[in-house]
């Protein structure tokens, strides 16, 4: 039996680099960051999502909270927001757009915002002064009071009142007045009565690092100043001002000028690091299926009551895109977006020296491609988890424990039990049935039946092979191991006449495929062909059928399964994830060995579709199903009348997988087993049986662990339960063994555990 060598070292040998740009172009596919198109749409940078579910549940403070993040002054840019968001609403698709608008005077009204100011605030050592009234004025005077700069505002007007009713005569006198309270409790210094010329203000500017206008100051200042919309800065003079007209105009410059005001007053290019401004472009994806009422609540005159707003607030969809998340259960895992689970695995792979903690994540990915099939942009994970196997395998970086098992079980059946020959009475064969090595181990007589009905009924000769396609040192990311199981069963093909591969199973159809010079026909496309064996009938009740993963894409294998489960009789149940959308077992990837909570969550996530019992057409996904209880039959069962039973165990497996190759052999060539296949003398408890199925220990490990201690007589005393203990070391793995012998020297093994460990023995002291 091989073995496959420990990694040498944790450095790195080889270099298999994924460039930046690669790992960028595929996380950009990802739109699960992207901000709703509400959010995307405002310059001012609202949280508008936020906003909306705040107000819908009645917290209308955290909703003012929000609000006020983007507003210093949040009635009065609500009064005259031009609401591009509502523009830009999903829901104006099917009906009526949120009205952002009038809920944000409705938070503005009802809400309770935070507390201004604090003794322990701690101010710029940058003083700043703006010259001028009007709209820009007073919200850059809140922009640069939040900002804690040392603010003072001249102005020709008389007072606070005076100030605060230029331009916003649009106010109702209630507005007025709370605007005029939030006004007077911010930190503001004013300077009254001024009478802004040039002269003034050369005579004040030397007082202040940052100095701001208003757009009518700053001409008469400067008759040559000249506004430029992205800085909001008269560069001569190093004087940041304001143009435009409107509320929402104001707004957006004053919050261009405080940044501008901030890189001056750090010595800094106001035109760098300026981050992104303005209003944007959105691609995220959402589902408006949930959209519920399609019609707005009218607005009254006097704007929302609280519990209209509510109302209105409720029918936001909350955009956003899940649609892995509601597909695929390793996502739903992770509770990670493939965005970001991608530059994780980059840095896990490319970066991190040490302990690569995404090791675990990117094997229990299945590999199976649903994801790109449910993404609005076909995001596929499974490209990022498989490259990163392979780069850390080829970089000495991926430890063999996650996949070893799988890997020796592939090695197993393509050696121990693997078996080519062709049908009896034909030198060469036109065909070769390959049913898999799932199929070997789970359901052997199924494969005895089907094999047996294409050598009666198929003219030119069947032969057979009994091995692995390679996909699991595919899943691994063993290039090299892959492209050596690759030439194998190439080879062994050719030594047959390259016959025409009958596949009974999709992963090894799709393996076969993709090698040139092989042509693959499913047994599904056969029997619809030459028409299903006589005694073939499905049960008389409901079924839910369930695509393999491997089919995914291949619609003719699909179809055709649906054609011989209706030639059968089967009442198929239509279930939400089917055909290229179905989800995987569990199996695929290796992820049953690599994580098997979440390849559990994988098979109940295939589950959950139906209570009805399944067909499927992959013998990993009957086995994965049968073991969560649930009642599966693989189409070939059907079909022969055959039935697997219950889910052998991983030592069942390779005994059936080698009890059908020697009873082949037995009837195609006459040839008699060379050993036969025993335990021998050695008993096991049903516990331990159940623990080494789940621990991944093999009946023949055991045996070499009583084999060597009857050799040794190596064995220490458990002095509690008075059992037995030996262990040996089995390639890369220690197995330890406690176990009972009577008098006859029968042994009964009561538990058997495994660590990847090596123990020295030390003589003397």
Not at 164 to 186: A, D, H, P, V, Y
Not at 361 to 373: S, T
Not at 570 to 595: K, M
Request: net charge negative.
């Amino acid at each position: 039996m091989s073995y496959i060598p420990e990694r040498g070292s944790t450095h790195v040998y080889k270099v298999n680099k994924i460039s930046k740009e690669e790992i960028h172009s595929m996380a950009e596919q990802c739109v699960y960051e992207q901000p709703p198109f509400c959010n995307a749409a405002c310059p001012l940078k609202l949280d508008t999502k936020s906003m909306l579910k705040a107000a819908a549940t009645g917290d209308f403070n955290k909703a003012l909270q929000l609000y006020e993040r983007i507003a210093p002054f949040p009635l009065i840019l609500a009064a005259g927001c031009d609401a591009p968001c509502e523009t830009k609403c999903r829901l104006k698709e099917v009906g009526d757009s949120i009205s952002v608008r009038e809920i944000e005077r409705a938070v503005s009204r009802f809400g309770v915002g935070k507390k201004s100011g604090s003794v322990f605030k701690m101010y710029k050592k940058t003083p700043a002064a703006i010259f001028g009234s009007g709209l820009f004025s007073l919200m850059l005077a809140g922009e640069l009071e939040k900002k804690a700069y040392p603010l003072t505002v001249f102005c020709e007007e008389g007072s606070p009142e005076e100030f605060l009713s230029s331009e916003t005569e649009f106010l109702t006198e209630e507005e007025f007045e709370s605007e005029l309270m939030r006004l007077n409790q911010k930190d503001i210094k004013f300077e009254f009565n001024c009478d802004l010329t040039h002269t003034f203000f050369e005579e004040k500017r030397g007082e202040f690092t940052i100095v701001c206008a208003s757009e009518k100051c700053a001409k008469a200042f400067f008759p040559d100043a000249v506004c430029d919309e992205s800085l909001m800065i008269y560069e001569k003079e190093q004087l940041v001002m304001g143009c435009g007209s409107g509320v929402m105009a104001a707004a957006f410059g004053a919050k261009k000028a405080a940044v501008t005001a901030d890189r001056l007053a750090q010595k800094l290019d106001p035109r760098n690091t300026r981050g992104d401004e303005g209003p944007a472009e959105s691609k995220l994806y959402t589902d408006l299926s949930a959209a519920g009422s399609k019609e707005k609540i009218a607005v009254p005159p006097e704007g929302y009551t609280k519990e209209q707003a509510m109302e209105e607030a409720k029918r936001c969809i909350q955009c956003h895109c899940d649609e892995c998340f509601k597909a695929c259960a390793y996502i739903q895992h992770y509770q990670k977006n493939p965005a970001l689970m991608t530059r994780e695995i980059y840095n896990n792979t490319q970066i991190i020296m040490g302990d690569h903690q995404m090791n675990k994540p990117m094997n229990a990915c299945a590999l199976c491609g649903q994801c790109k099939v449910v993404c609005p942009n076909g995001f596929d994970m499974s490209r990022v988890c498989q490259a990163a196997r392979r780069n850390m395998v080829s970089t000495d970086k991926m430890p063999n424990s996650p996949h070893e098992f799988a890997l020796l079980d592939m090695l197993f059946s393509n050696e121990d039990a693997f078996l080519s020959c062709s049908q009896p009475g034909h030198e060469r064969c036109r065909y070769v049935f390959f049913p898999g090595c799932q199929s070997d181990a789970i359901a052997p007589e199924t494969v005895r039946a089907a094999y047996t009905d294409l050598c009666t009924r198929l003219d030119g000769g069947v032969a057979l092979m009994l091995g692995c396609c390679g996909a699991i040192a595919d899943w691994a990311g063993r290039t090299e191991m892959y492209e050596e199981q690759k030439a194998f069963i190439r080879s062994e093909l050719s030594k047959l006449g390259d016959p025409v591969v009958i596949a009974g199973c999709p992963t090894c159809a799709k393996e076969l495929r993709e090698q040139d010079g092989i042509e693959v026909l499913g047994i599904w496309d056969i029997l619809n062909e030459i028409g299903l064996p006589e005694g073939g009938k499905a049960p008389d009740r409901l079924f839910a059928l369930h695509d393999s993963c491997g089919a995914r894409g291949d619609a003719q294998t699909q179809n055709a399964i649906r054609t011989i489960a209706g030639k059968l009789g089967c009442t198929l149940i239509d279930t939400e994830y089917s055909s290229d959308r179905s989800p995987c077992c569990g199996y695929g990837g290796l992820t049953a060995y690599a994580n098997r909570e979440v390849a559990k969550e994988m098979t109940e996530k295939c589950l959950e579709r139906s209570d009805a019992p399944y067909i499927t057409y992959c013998m990993a996904c009957r086995d994965r199903f049968a073991r969560e209880g649930r009642e599966s039959r693989h189409i070939l069962e059907l079909i022969y009348g055959t039935d697997a039973g219950s889910p052998p165990d991983i030592s069942e497996k390779r005994y059936n997988r080698l009890r059908l190759k020697n009873d082949l052999l037995h009837d195609l060539r006459g040839e008699e087993p060379e050993e036969e296949i025993t335990d021998g003398p050695i008993e096991f408890t049903d516990e331990c049986l159940k623990m080494m199925d789940d621990r991944m220990i093999l009946k023949s490990d055991v045996i070499q662990v009583i084999r060597s201690y009857k050799e040794t007589g190596e064995a220490i005393e458990d002095g509690e339960s008075g059992l037995l203990v030996c262990r040996e070391r089995l390639g890369n793995v220690t197995f330890w063994v406690k176990f009972s012998e009577d008098e006859c020297g029968k042994v009964t093994v009561h538990r058997a555990w495994s660590h990847r460990m090596t123990i020295q023995r030390r003589i003397g002291g």
